[in-house]
Structures are given as C-alpha cells and as structure tokens.
C-alpha cells in the first residue's frame, strides 16, 4: 500500500491517492468476510468481475483526508490551504453538541 498527495489541480489542493496491490484488496475482502462470521480456510482464488484482483487505488478528494498510522494526509495538500471564505450548512444536534465544517474545505466551526 501506498499513500501520497495527488496530482489533482483543482484550487482546494491536490486529493491524496492511496495505491493497493491486489494482495491488500484480497486481505481488505477477507477481514470483511471474517467480520460478516464468513472464514475461508485452504486454497481460494479471489475475482472480481471475473477478473483476478489487481491492483488499484483510491482517490480521496481535497474535501477529505487519509489518516496512516496517527499521519493526516489532507485532500488540501501538505501546506495549509489559502485562507477560505467558510461556509457552513445547518447540522442537526447531536448528543455532544452541534458540530459542522466547511462546504470548501471540511474545516470544523
């Protein structure tokens, strides 16, 4: 597996891609099936599709983040964004208050 910032280009940063074999596809599916009370034991082929699993990736957007072993990666890049003209949608309550964050760039109020 691998995690690194984005080619992205829009103006809210560049996203952060995470790469993974098929290896960690297949070990992500079965500790699926394991949590789901399903155990596969003895030789399996895994497909997808039909296919046999590659490998492939994920794309997190500037709004999101990736967390790896305690590290943040923000969708917004290594640097802090520039200043953003925060906007904010009403947030139901919730048991520890009224939390919400930025339409732009996902930073809590």
């Not at 984005?6 to 074999?21: A, H, I, M, R, S």
């Not at 599709?49 to 917004?76: F, R």
Request: with cysteine; glycine share 14%.
């Amino acid at each position: 597996m691998n995690i690194e910032y984005g080619k992205g280009t829009t103006e809210f940063g560049p996203g952060v891609d995470v790469t993974l074999t098929g290896g960690d596809v297949a070990r992500a599916i079965y500790a699926y099936l394991v949590a789901h009370d399903i155990h596969v034991c003895g030789a399996a082929t895994m497909r997808i599709a039909g296919e046999l699993i590659g490998d492939c990736g994920i794309y997190v957007d500037p709004s999101g983040k990736v967390i790896s072993d305690g590290v943040e990666w923000s969708g917004c890049g290594p640097k802090e964004p520039e200043p953003c003209e925060h906007e904010y949608e009403k947030a139901a309550p919730n048991p520890y208050g009224i939390s919400r964050s930025c339409k732009k760039c996902n930073k809590p109020e």
